[in-house]
């Protein structure tokens, strides 16, 4: 049986090699970027909202180029369901793994884990500890003030 983390490995580069083959050039003048996009509401039909969520990542990351840009999503209350689903749902694995590869980094609320009596290691998709903040509002009010740029798609 394949691990998540190996998993995520192997399907990392998808993202790269599908932006890659569109040939998309960097467009000027976007300059380096800071930003925390805030993932917390429920993912809908089909996880349809952390689909859309995740594709703004990519766009985001495909418009600035990933070495201009430094990317973190905040996930509390329904938004852990997005690392929820992703436990059964391939796709969804893929594109987390393909923006991890990149250097996005998902942040996960204790006190949602906490409250909701979840355990990061067998009820999410590739959490590991230090992915974990003791407060996912604080945690995005911490970066707005390091310079982060607040997006919620």
Request: glycine content about 12%; proline content about 3%; hydrophobic content about 40%.
């Amino acid at each position: 049986m394949i691990s998540r983390r190996i998993f995520a490995g192997l399907c990392a580069g998808l993202p790269l090699v599908a932006a890659a083959s569109r040939g998309t050039a960097q467009p000027a003048g976007y300059g380096t970027q800071k930003v925390v996009y805030h993932i917390n509401e429920s993912g809908g039909d089909e996880n349809r909202a952390y689909r859309g969520a995740l594709q703004n990542v990519q766009n985001h990351i495909n418009a600035v180029g990933a070495e201009a840009i430094e990317v973190q999503v905040v996930m509390h209350g329904n938004g852990l369901g997005l690392l929820q689903a992703a436990l059964e749902d391939t796709g969804l694995q893929t594109v987390v793994g393909g923006l991890k590869s990149q250097g996005v980094r998902f942040v996960v609320c204790n006190n949602t884990l906490a409250g909701r009596d979840i355990d990061y290691s067998s009820d999410l998709y590739d959490v590991w500890e230090d992915d974990i903040v003791p407060s996912g509002v604080a945690e995005l009010s911490k970066l707005q003030m390091a310079g982060f740029t607040y997006i919620k798609p």
